[in-house]
């Protein structure tokens, strides 16, 4: 089943490759000609954009739009003839009041825009051009504030963030648990509101080999993880304990334990649920390379109550792991599991066979009152 091609074993010290990071990031990169297709996204690109640039496309918006307006303002000013460095005819009106240069057209762009509105410059109100500028310029400086505080707002509430006070273990173990053979991860939530319907699931990819030869890239298969309270809407107060049975249906069960170091697969656990607080969806998500799978480990306890009745959680031990005895490999142990089911089915077999008299009650009567009626027959 885990099928390796030449080349993807990596040698020791060597970094591996992942797709998913121990924090959920995709390391996967596309070719430029994908990036046109952000453009039809564009709110979802500036969003997801790093701060760096949020602020520049802020700061920039901004200043851009005072600066293009302070030039319309200017040119209405020399137009008109209403600069300090113009000859005014007697009679001159004025389109703007004290806007004698391009540095006080734009200071007026500024006050215009942001409302502050100091007095000093104004609209005379004797030119039609300027009380549709002022207009304009009064709409499109309302679109960026709401532009940019939709942006600010909707970065800083993003549902990632709420994932950064979800963690994994380290590490994921493979033991005995309620007497099949599971392999355990470890998951927390470390804030006290809870994730509404928490959903859990697996991904195991792999380099896959088809029967005609052909290698697929990044072959994926469902691994299903559950835990003791169920699989779906979980109670997530508390650090739980995940576990996937693996059984004939596992795509672990031709594992061993010495086999497993040498395998080339990456396990990416999901965690999906709904922030209490915020009400958004949010998805947590990390990945096992083989190096951070323990075969024969399991978890420390972590969670004890206190004195006053109180339940304490012990991050320290949260992806320490101890050795227990575990068995070499899933189908030994499958096989060993059958073959004492079936040495329980033939010891009860024999059991039932070593029964003396009838087995069927309803005979037994039937025989005895038969044999009593031709007893009296007799005897007439």
């Not at 965690?271 to 420390?300: K, M, N």
């Amino acid at each position: 089943m885990f099928q390796l091609l030449p080349g993807h074993l990596h040698p020791s010290g060597h970094k591996t490759a992942r797709l998913v990071s121990k924090d959920g990031r995709c390391n996967i990169e596309y070719d430029n000609s994908t990036r046109l297709a952000f453009l039809g996204d564009m709110w979802t690109t500036i969003v997801e954009i790093r701060w760096r640039f949020v602020l520049l496309l802020f700061v920039s918006s901004f200043t851009g739009s005072w600066f293009i307006f302070s030039l319309l303002w200017y040119w209405i000013a020399k137009t008109n003839g209403d600069l300090a460095s113009q000859n005014r005819t007697i009679g001159h009106v004025k389109c703007i009041d004290n806007v004698n240069g391009l540095t006080t057209a734009f200071l007026y762009s500024l006050e215009t825009q942001t409302t502050i509105g100091y007095g000093g410059r104004a609209l005379t109100g004797d030119c039609a051009l300027t009380v549709a500028l002022i207009m304009v310029q009064s709409l499109l400086g309302v679109f960026i504030n709401c532009f940019m505080c939709g942006v600010i707002l909707a970065k800083i509430s993003l549902p990632k963030k709420r994932a950064k006070t979800v963690t994994f273990s380290e590490t994921a173990v493979i033991c005995l648990k309620k007497g099949r053979l599971c392999l355990l991860i470890r998951v927390a939530n470390l804030r006290k509101t809870l994730l509404i319907g928490s959903n859990i699931y697996g991904k195991l990819v792999k380099t896959s080999v088809t029967p005609d030869g052909e290698a697929i890239i990044l072959d994926q298969l469902d691994v299903d993880f559950t835990v003791d309270a169920g699989k779906d809407n979980l109670f997530f107060v508390c650090p739980l304990t995940l576990y996937h049975v693996i059984d004939r249906s596992s795509p672990f069960f031709e594992l061993s334990q010495d086999s497993l170091s040498k395998q080339d697969f990456e396990l990416v656990v999901f965690l999906d649920g709904t922030a209490e607080s915020t009400s958004s969806s949010c998805q947590v998500r990390t990945s096992y390379i083989p190096q951070e799978i323990q075969w024969g480990h399991t978890f420390l306890p972590i969670i004890s109550k206190t004195k006053t009745g109180k339940y304490c959680v012990d991050f320290s031990n949260f992806s320490r792991s101890v050795p227990v005895s575990t068995p070499h490999c899933a189908l030994c142990f499958m096989a060993d599991v059958e073959q004492r089911n079936s040495d329980c089915v033939r010891q009860q077999n024999n059991t039932n066979h070593s029964k003396s008299g009838i087995d069927n009650l309803g005979f037994q009567v039937f025989d005895m009152e038969t044999e009593t009626q031709t007893t009296d027959i007799t005897k007439m």
